[in-house]
């Protein structure tokens, strides 16, 4: 029997994104290099990258039962997908417009979201994108790169996937009008999904104690 693995996403839009005070204490917190490669990129790409971050953090904590050391659990190594020490497993995926994370304690897992042409509906006949995501999620769920993207089998029907004789349970999400992706995962998963607005100041509370910024006391 297929095991059952429970995995939180957030989702949320780029505009607007993290407080800037949020954003600042959340790159300052990273590791050096890593801080010193977001610093170079364009604001765009950073802001999209941070607030990814962001995301995972919060849904490692919701998917670990809190048993998370924050930024001082996560490996930013150029070159290889982010992942925390001693899990939980996650995935990003962002858009132009929307940003995505998963995080699942108990196997590994991948995302990908993508926006259509029309964001106001997605066609039913956009069997290319719904391959696309159903694919790159595989990838991620893998740990390959694009690179090998014709060599995973897709079944939408079946929502099923397979890479290197390794075979992937696939669920279909529309975060947003417009918004479609899947998430991959090695057996069937129960996901609970919440949307967030990056610089609520609920979210924005529960990043800071992930950081470390507020008491115990003031929690």
């Known amino acids: 029997m297929l095991r059952v693995e429970n995995a939180s996403l957030l989702h949320a839009s780029l ?52 048993k998370l050391r924050g930024v001082a659990d996560l490996q930013l190594s150029d070159g290889e997908r982010p992942r925390f020490r001693r899990g939980p497993h996650f995935s990003i995926s962002h858009t132009d417009t929307r940003v995505a994370c998963i995080a699942c304690a108990t196997g590994e897992v991948g995302l990908d979201i993508e926006t259509g042409q029309d ?24 740990g390959a790169g694009l690179r090998r993207i014709r060599d995973v089998r897709v079944d939408l029907v079946a929502l099923a996937s397979e890479l290197d004789g390794r075979h992937y349970v696939l669920s279909e999400i529309e975060l947003a009008p417009g918004t479609l992706g899947h998430v991959a995962s090695r057996g069937p998963i129960v996901v609970a999904i919440e949307c967030v607005a990056l610089d609520g100041r609920e979210f924005s509370a529960s990043l800071e104690r992930v950081l470390g910024l507020t008491a115990q006391g003031q929690q």
């Open 15 to 66: 505009t607007p994104g993290l407080r800037p005070a949020c954003a600042e204490r959340l790159l300052e917190a990273l590791p050096y290099a890593a801080r010193l490669r977001l610093e170079r990129a364009s604001a765009p790409a950073r802001a999209a990258s941070l607030a990814g971050l962001a995301l995972a953090l919060i849904a490692a904590v919701r998917a670990n039962g809190n």
């Open 119 to 142: 964001e106001r509906a997605l066609a039913p006949s956009s069997d290319k994108l719904r391959r696309w995501t159903a694919a790159e999620a595989t990838l991620k769920a893998a």
